[in-house]
């Protein structure tokens, strides 16, 4: 990566902290040379301007002697450290003058690039390689930032989380820029928005797929979930907002949108009101003005189901267009809404429908979401990442109709997280399967047994049959052993995933690689003729 350009510190932090504050440093505070930033201490160099951030977990401040020892010659604090002698700048909020800095240190990428934002629960991640599919067979050179991978013009790079702090990402976008990058589709959690993640990025369109319950443990109720959601429509610069508006929490947050003049672009059902979730629609705060007709609508109607792929009928009713035809390799019911979702961007940002469809087809599955372990058998084995109440209850929905034979369920719940949700996955599970087993997700630091109880909760009630087997491999392999010519085991939670976290260690663990290992136990060729 070429080097950055050279900054003093009050010339990169001018406009971005009070310059009463600046203005107390000496001259030659003023004038200090800035060669790089950093908030891990490990990471501060000669020449490093360090800040001192306040996390859930840790706090910055107790390492800023750790960061001068590592050469940082200025500190960004929220309170003055007597003990520490370099430079200190202090400011109400040292995370969100990190945010602002790396953008300026890094030259404004993403005013040279055209990002896409994604937002929602579930289908970020398919939506966003939907539209980088679409956006890169349209001849453009694309980046992805999400839960699966990092990729930057076709070189794929693992990710850390869904979206990278705010320093990570600046980084990460000059980098794009300097290999030819001109678009970047990247998912943005609710974590990285409350966190500033994305503080100072520059959007050339945002998206909303949907909203359902996750993340209680951080959020603690819906209404902040979707306030922070909400943010990536509000509070950044974006040219333009795409709303699912068939997601209730899509309806009112397009209402709440149009409220504000800021002209959503609507996708959905035709006549599309907001249809979805009752116990969302229940929680609407404000009165959603009413929407027709979607901007860009599906025909219900029209939609053929297979087991290979779906194919639909979309217009732009307002436009007076003609009806296109998609057809995808993408699975279920859901997936329209994130295939729907993905166009409607692409139309935003200056594509037509008749450009669009033809590129559909050549979608590459994403990994781990509906994504098939083949060995010859005569019964389908899915892993997904489903690890919500809704996303079960979507996916099994959509496999139902696909599944000749019984749904066998194998799933989870993560430790650490929202307790609020397991029993209601439990209840999903057992509601939309035909046989479960329940067992172990990533249980960290909570006993494995302990999360299963609270899953039982929900899943008990529901009358259906199932087993509770805490080993995950053991419970797949389980899951297989049951299997009859027809039937469909359906492994959800962990998806992409290759490993599993535990109170003391992290192993490697892929569902794809156990559930091959299982085939192959149970007699059947080893084989992905995928």
């Known amino acids: 990566?070429?080097?950055?350009?050279?900054?003093?510190?009050?010339?990169?932090?001018?406009?971005?902290?009070?310059?009463?504050?600046?203005?107390?440093?000496?001259?030659?505070?003023?004038?200090?040379?800035?060669?790089?930033?950093?908030?891990?201490?490990?990471?501060?160099?000669?020449?490093?301007?360090?800040?001192?951030?306040?996390?859930?977990?840790?706090?910055?401040?107790?390492?800023?002697?750790?960061?001068?020892?590592?050469?940082?010659?200025?500190?960004?604090?929220?309170?003055?450290?007597?003990?520490?002698?370099?430079?200190?700048?202090?400011?109400?909020?040292?995370?969100?003058?990190?945010?602002?800095?790396?953008?300026?240190?890094?030259?404004?990428?993403?005013?040279?690039?055209?990002?896409?934002?994604?937002?929602g629960t579930n289908g970020k991640t398919t939506t966003a390689y939907v539209l980088e599919s679409i956006l890169r067979e349209a001849g453009r050179t694309?980046?992805?930032?999400?839960?699966?991978?990092?990729?930057?013009?076709?070189?794929?790079?693992?990710?850390?989380?869904?979206?990278?702090?705010?320093?990570?990402?600046?980084?990460?976008?000059?980098?794009?820029?300097?290999?030819?990058?001109?678009?970047?589709?990247?998912?943005?959690?609710?974590?990285?928005?409350?966190?500033?993640?994305?503080?100072?990025?520059?959007?050339?369109?945002?998206?909303?797929?949907?909203l359902s319950q996750d993340h209680l443990d951080w959020h603690h109720d819906m209404e902040h979930y979707f306030a922070a959601k909400k943010k990536l429509f509000t509070d950044y610069e974006t040219a333009a907002r795409v709303i699912n508006v068939d997601d209730a929490w899509g309806a009112r947050l397009f209402g709440e949108l149009r409220q504000c003049d800021l002209r959503p672009f609507s996708v959905g059902a035709l006549s599309a009101q907001g249809s979805g979730d009752s116990t969302a629609a229940a929680t609407v705060a404000a009165p959603v003005p009413p929407a027709p007709c979607c901007d860009l609508a599906f025909d219900p109607d029209s939609v053929?189901?297979?087991?290979?792929?779906?194919?639909?009928?979309?217009?732009?009713?307002?436009?007076?267009?003609?009806?296109?035809?998609?057809?995808?390799?993408?699975?279920g019911s859901y997936n329209v809404h994130n295939v729907l979702v993905a166009v409607g961007c692409a139309l935003c940002l200056g594509y037509g429908l008749d450009e669009i469809a033809p590129l559909l087809g050549r979608i590459t599955p994403v990994p781990g979401r509906l994504e098939q372990v083949r060995a010859g058998q005569d019964f389908t084995v899915l892993v997904d990442y489903a690890h919500t109440d809704d996303a079960l209850r979507t996916a099994l929905g959509a496999l139902r109709g696909l599944t000749k034979g019984r749904l066998i369920t194998v799933f989870g719940c993560g430790g650490d997280r929202d307790h609020g949700k397991r029993p209601l996955m439990g209840r999903a599970a057992g509601q939309c399967s035909d046989y479960v087993i329940a067992t172990s997700d990533n249980?960290?630091?909570?006993?494995?047994?302990?999360?299963?109880?609270?899953v039982e909760a929900g899943l008990a009630p529901t009358h259906t049959p199932y087993e509770v087997i805490v080993d995950r491999a053991s419970a797949i392999d389980r899951a297989?052993?049951?299997?009859?010519?027809?039937?469909?085991?359906?492994?959800?939670?962990?998806?992409?995933?290759?490993?599993?976290?535990?109170?003391?260690?992290?192993?490697?663990?892929?569902?794809?690689?156990v559930a091959r290992a299982a085939l192959s136990a149970a007699g059947f060729a080893l084989k992905d003729p995928s």
């Open 1 to 119: 990566m070429t080097s950055s350009p050279d900054f003093t510190l009050a010339g990169l932090l001018a406009g971005i902290v009070d310059e009463k504050r600046l203005s107390a440093l000496s001259e030659e505070e003023r004038d200090l040379q800035v060669a790089s930033l950093a908030h891990d201490s490990r990471q501060a160099d000669p020449g490093t301007l360090f800040f001192c951030i306040t996390g859930a977990q840790s706090d910055g401040h107790d390492f800023a002697a750790d960061a001068v020892r590592g050469g940082a010659v200025a500190l960004v604090v929220e309170r003055y450290l007597p003990e520490i002698e370099i430079p200190q700048v202090c400011v109400a909020d040292s995370r969100h003058v990190l945010a602002l800095a790396a953008d300026v240190f890094y030259g404004h990428p993403s005013r040279r690039l055209r990002i896409i934002g994604i937002t």
């Open 142 to 210: 694309t980046g992805l930032i999400g839960t699966v991978e990092t990729r930057i013009a076709g070189v794929r790079e693992h990710a850390e989380r869904t979206t990278p702090d705010a320093l990570a990402l600046q980084q990460l976008l000059a980098r794009m820029i300097e290999t030819g990058v001109s678009d970047v589709v990247m998912e943005v959690s609710s974590h990285a928005l409350d966190l500033e993640r994305v503080g100072a990025v520059r959007f050339a369109c945002t998206a909303f797929t949907n």
């Open 304 to 331: 053929i189901y297979r087991a290979t792929g779906t194919e639909f009928s979309v217009s732009e009713p307002d436009a007076g267009e003609a009806t296109s035809r998609m057809q995808v390799p993408l699975v």
């Open 443 to 454: 249980p960290r630091s909570e006993d494995p047994a302990a999360i299963l109880r609270d």
């Open 480 to 513: 297989i052993t049951l299997a009859a010519p027809g039937d469909c085991v359906f492994i959800a939670g962990k998806g992409h995933e290759d490993y599993q976290i535990f109170a003391d260690r992290t192993i490697h663990f892929d569902d794809r690689e």
